[in-house]
Every structure is written in C-alpha cells, then in structure tokens.
C-alpha cells in the first residue's frame, strides 16, 4: 500500500444526489439545513443543487432559492452542476461557486441516451461552453469521463477507450489555455471492480502521470468501498462521494441504480487508514441521521446505523 | 495484487445468520427452501442451523426440523454450530455434516458477556469439547478467533492477542493430535478497516506461514468488502459470509450490528477480479431475492437490488 495518499479531498454530492432522485417533496429549508450542516463538518466542497429542467428533475425546481438561502461559512466551496448554458445563465445569478467542468461519456450509446447528443455532438458543445465559461469568467477547473468503467447499453469499456476520452477533453482544455485541476474517472452506472479500477486509473496515470485524478463511484453492486481501497491504493487522492448514500442516476436505464459510495463510511475508512480526510467524522454521522430523517426513508450509510467507533474506544476498557 | 489468490471458498452463512436474528417467526419449510436453493447455485459449504438455546434464541427452535428435511445434494457440506455440548448431542442426531471447531476471542470480556466464560474458561471448556468429539468421532476442523479486530467493550485489539489466541488454539489442537484445516479471523462486531486486515493477518502469517487463514468479515461499517479485497490481495482465499447480507450479531452489544458481508456481492467482486468462486451468480442473487421474500423486508445485498451485469454483457450494442 505504498501509494496511499497521506490526505484526500472530499467532494460531497449528496445535496445535490439526493435532491434530484428523492421523490420528496423536501422543502427548500430542510435542503439548505442539510447543505448548512455538511459544511460545518469540515467538508470544505458541497455540491448543493443542479441547475436543471425542473420538468425532468422536480426536485431541484427551487435550486436558485436554495442557493440563496445558504448561510455560507468561510472557506468552503458550495458547487452546483448545470447541463447546459440556460442552467449556467440560472446558476451565475446565484451566490455559489459556479466553475465549469469538461465532461464526455465514454459510451456513446449513453451519452445519446442521457443528453441526446453523440460523442461528437458533445464536443462541440462543451466548445460552445468553453466558449460562454470565457465570456462571463466562470474559472474551468476539472474535467469528467462518464461511464469510465463500463455502461448498460455497451457493456465493458476498453480502458483505452477512457484514456482516448481524457485525451479528448485535455486537448480541448488546452485549446482554450486551460489546465485542468483534475478529471474524474465516473462509475455512472456501478460497473467497476477494484480490477478496473486499476486497469483504467493505471493506463490513464501512465499516460498522463502528472494529472490528478478523482474517482466518482456509486455502490450499485456492493463494491463502491473496495473500489475506492483500490483507488487509494494507486494513490488517488480525490473522491466523489454522498453523505448517506443519497441519490443515484435517474437516467441509468435501470431500477436498482445505487448512489454514490457513502461519504462517512469511506472518511471511517480513511481515517482507520491514517489517511486525513479533515472531516468530523461523528459530525458527519449527524448529517447523514439528518438526511434520513428528511427524506422519511432508510439510506445505505452503513456506519450512520452502526455507529462510529469514537465512544467504545472512549470507553474501552469500562 | 500479486498474492491473489486464483480460487476462494466460500462457507455461505445466511440460513443460519438469518434465521437466528429474524423476528421471524420463519416456517420450517422456508427455511428448507432456502438451504436447497443455495446449496444449487454451486457453494459447496452452506451452514444451515445453529443448536441452541431456543428460549435465547427462539428462531432456531426447529433446527432438528430442518437438518432432517433438508434434501442433500452430493458434495454439499451442510454444516451447523453448536456453542456447547448439549447443542453438539442435538447436532449429531441430525444428518447434517457436523464437524467441531475450536474458538476463542481475542476480548476476554466479550467472551464473558457473549458465553459467561473469560479467556480461560473459554480453553477450559474447549478441552471438554475436544474430548467429546473425540469420544464422538466427531473431526474438528477449524478454529475461530472472534473480535479479532476490534471490540465494542475493550476498544482496539491488538495484533499480538490475536496472534496469542491463535496460538493458543493451536497448541490445543496440538495437544489433541488435530491439525486444524484452517483458522477464522472474526470481525465479529464491525471494527475492521483495510489497514487492521493487514496488521492482524500479516502477523499472524508472519507467525506460521503455511497456516490457511480464513475471514469472517461484519459489515456493520460498510468497509466490509474493502476488509475482504485487503484480504484477496494477502492471498486469504478462504471467507465467511451471508447471503443477502442477513444476519447480525445479537449478542454485540448495539442494535446496529449489520450481517456479515453479503455473498453475492463478494462473489461478484471475486468473479470481476477472476478470482474463480465457482458460483453462479444470477442463480446466487435469485437465492438473496427469495430471502428477501421470506423475510418481508429489504435485506442490504446491494447487488441483488443493482442486478447482474450479465444481461447488459449479453445485450451490449444492440
């Protein structure tokens, strides 16, 4: 385990996850509450909300007002995520902290799927934003490959099919004069294996050694945390993740579509690897209750429901 | 990963999980039902009932029951616990294949709250039960050290007392002329992490080298599979776990004790990493999803919920 990180960085999306797949209602108190009390945990990067069609996505028709209504603490980052330049137009009249990301799907067959728009279409488009981000200074700073581990619709991915799709957003960042502060590798759809992981990330880090690079993976199948083990491992410092298990993909083609890896479970198993997330994590523990408690269901956090370690060790031995 | 193992068994552990922490009441007949069924999907090791106390544990009443009824299919070991004697003279009369094991925690005072017996109680009583399976014809093949990495009374537990117990299991099975086929790690109440994996069974296989060790993992904290690719990648090829995930630990001292890990989803990892289970999986997950029926409520398998990537394999690009 010689490349393990010493610290990762926690990118938390379960505002945003849960939001959008929860069939609520949630009122727009109870999600500024949740995105209010994650960011006094430490986290220091909260993706609050999508700014989306509320047709499609109802849950995030009060995004603008929920960015509002946050009381923001210093030194932490409140994210949004937009698909397209009418959500930039709506997200950049709020006070979060709108970047621009370069994303592509490694699937085409998904891509058409979920944003009706081919490989090639995309990159035109995210040209277009490239474009609108430069306008109106929005700062560009990372990158996604979608379906990096395989898709429903075309099934395994070759991992050069992923480093091909890095490539591509690389070049078109660098054609605007932009270096990118990381890409994403995404499990969209719950196809990796800790196997993959190191077929993709080690092809991806071999080809480009000196770019950070983050893992985006959902618990479809169960081995969300091993992937992460895995990822560790090879040294990856970055994670997406959803404080409880919040969400999962409303366009993955089928039911069982899981959220991300839960965030206090994989901060529990950092820090038991001496590996510093900065988080708290009992504080965490009381997000994710909160998160329960809001959305009237039980989540897949495993540790919210068996506890943190913090009060045996405190009274070992009694 | 080069210590992967090619091949892991695998002592499926559900009924016996399940049907000891159910609220039940569970009939006979379901019981048998789920016992047939896994033992077709080509585990080869399934542990059906445990002989104790009914009024302790009310949802075992009918073990005798069941082990009669069970329809065997040849090569199937169906196996059963017994905590003492009494439960062994239950267990004999039956035709399951009852073997005995030797077992210890390494917390004395989980062994003390979980049987009423401390460390050397515990030894004490094992020689009683050696001699019976002696005098019985009964083989003793394994041994177990329970709360091997962690405990909810005494906090951390250091490597070494783990390696002392299992060297106290040894020396006793030494004593009696047995060469145990194996000896369990137990992560009986949910403290593993990837990192304490790696100390205890490094230790311990540092300590006797040729000694096959086995895990029996909780994910009570959600790293459990994590817990078991730490393993895989210190070539352990041997695990316990549950199908669906049933089970829990009723005796571990707080209601959130999750089941061991769930089966499918472990296999589903081992087969991603082409680590040969020699299960079939979609017959496996069809076995977690008649669990979830005969319990009545959702059960933590994930990939019985998220499905197989067979179909999608068989469906890609069309």
């Keep these: 385990m010689t490349d393990l990180p010493k610290r990762v960085d926690?990118?938390?999306?379960?505002?945003?996850?849960?939001?959008?797949?929860?069939?609520?209602?949630?009122?727009?108190?109870?999600?500024?509450?949740?995105?209010?009390?994650?960011?006094?945990?430490?986290?220091?990067?909260?993706?609050?909300?999508?700014f989306v069609d509320p047709r499609r996505v109802p849950g995030m028709a009060?995004?603008?007002?929920?960015?509002?209504?946050?009381?923001?603490?210093?030194?932490?980052?409140?994210?949004?995520?937009?698909?397209?330049?009418?959500?930039?137009?709506?997200?950049?009249?709020?006070?979060?902290?709108?970047?621009?990301?370069?994303?592509?799907?490694?699937?085409?067959?998904?891509?058409?799927?979920?944003?009706n728009k081919d490989n090639a279409e995309t990159l035109a488009e995210q040209r277009r934003q490239l474009e609108f981000f430069r306008d109106r200074g929005i700062p560009v700073d990372s990158g996604i490959v979608m379906t990096a581990f395989g898709c429903n619709f075309e099934g395994g991915i070759a991992p050069e099919t992923v480093r091909d799709c890095v490539g591509s957003l690389l070049a078109l960042a660098d054609?605007?004069?932009?270096?990118?502060?990381?890409?994403?590798?995404?499990?969209?759809?719950?196809?990796?294996s800790?196997?993959?992981?190191?077929?993709?990330?080690?092809?991806?880090?071999e080809t480009w050694?000196?770019?950070?690079?983050?893992?985006?993976?959902?618990?479809?199948?169960?081995?969300?945390?091993?992937?992460?083990l895995m990822g560790l491992q090879m040294g990856i410092d970055s994670f997406d993740s959803s404080c409880a298990g919040l969400g999962g993909c409303p366009f993955a083609g089928h039911r069982g579509a899981a959220g991300n890896i839960c965030t206090e479970?994989?901060?529990?198993?950092?820090?038991?690897?001496?590996?510093?997330?900065?988080?708290?994590?009992d504080a965490l523990i009381e997000c994710a209750r909160m998160a329960e408690d809001i959305v009237a269901h039980p989540l897949p956090g495993k540790i919210m429901h068996g506890g943190s370690l913090t009060k045996y060790r405190q009274g070992a031995h009694t």
């Design 10 to 50: 926690i990118h938390e999306e379960g505002p945003r996850e849960g939001f959008q797949i929860e069939p609520g209602p949630i009122s727009t108190a109870d999600k500024v509450r949740f995105c209010e009390a994650l960011a006094e945990t430490g986290l220091h990067d909260v993706q609050c909300v999508s």
């Design 62 to 115: 009060d995004a603008v007002e929920v960015a509002q209504s946050i009381r923001r603490r210093p030194g932490v980052h409140y994210s949004a995520i937009a698909l397209n330049l009418r959500g930039y137009e709506r997200a950049i009249q709020t006070p979060l902290d709108i970047t621009g990301g370069l994303q592509m799907s490694a699937s085409n067959t998904f891509s058409i799927r979920n944003t």
């Design 175 to 192: 054609e605007f004069g932009i270096t990118l502060d990381r890409v994403r590798l995404a499990d969209t759809v719950g196809w990796a």
């Design 194 to 205: 800790p196997a993959s992981i190191q077929r993709v990330v080690g092809l991806v880090r």
């Design 209 to 228: 050694p000196s770019l950070r690079l983050a893992l985006h993976l959902h618990d479809t199948r169960g081995t969300g945390l091993a992937n992460a």
């Design 265 to 281: 479970d994989l901060v529990f198993m950092c820090e038991e690897m001496g590996i510093e997330t900065g988080i708290d994590l």
